[in-house]
């Protein structure tokens, strides 16, 4: 207890101990401030889950395209495309549950793996959700091999909800054999 200037008490609250935040996640698309599912991450912050680190690019270059329902895809094909944009969270191991479950990991839509992302000199090791191997390239050959710098407001235009889509789901599945 401390007293405060005007004869006051003030209570001193012990905080909680803050969830450890084991993973940085480089998010490029939906996920980024200002984006439909932006308040996946807001949630996952409020509840102490995860904490924005900052902007940053990707250190290689790497295509980005969008698929069918304006989904933003991250190929990972080093060397093709542009260095992304994005923004980097750190993130707490349940978080990294809820954020595969809401990307399709399990699903095959996406995967979770490495990338290294850079910003005014400081490099990070991160991961980023790829566009499954099963239909990474392929998406990026029908899309002309033609990618984007950053997932802007333009593209965000394109997107439909998943419970907008037919049968909720969504078909980049369906580009696979």
Request: aromatic share 10%; with cysteine.
């Amino acid at each position: 207890m401390q007293r405060g200037g005007s004869d006051c008490v003030v209570m001193e609250r012990k905080s909680e101990k803050a969830k450890p935040k084991t993973h940085l996640i480089f998010a490029y698309g939906t996920l980024k401030r200002g984006f439909p599912n932006h308040y996946l991450m807001e949630e996952l912050m409020s509840q102490d889950d995860a904490v924005l680190v900052g902007s940053y690019s990707t250190e290689e270059c790497y295509p980005l395209v969008c698929g069918p329902h304006g989904i933003p895809y991250l190929i990972n094909l080093p060397g093709s495309g542009h260095r992304v944009k994005g923004e980097v969270y750190a993130v707490s191991e349940g978080a990294v549950a809820v954020l595969d479950e809401f990307e399709g990991v399990s699903a095959g839509c996406y995967e979770r793996l490495p990338v290294a992302a850079v910003e005014g000199g400081e490099r990070v090791e991160a991961e980023a959700y790829w566009g499954h191997r099963r239909f990474g390239e392929l998406l990026w050959k029908t899309k002309g091999e033609v990618g984007l710098k950053a997932y802007g407001v333009e593209e965000m235009k394109e997107y439909v909800r998943k419970e907008n889509r037919s049968g909720g789901r969504n078909t980049i599945l369906d580009l696979v054999p």
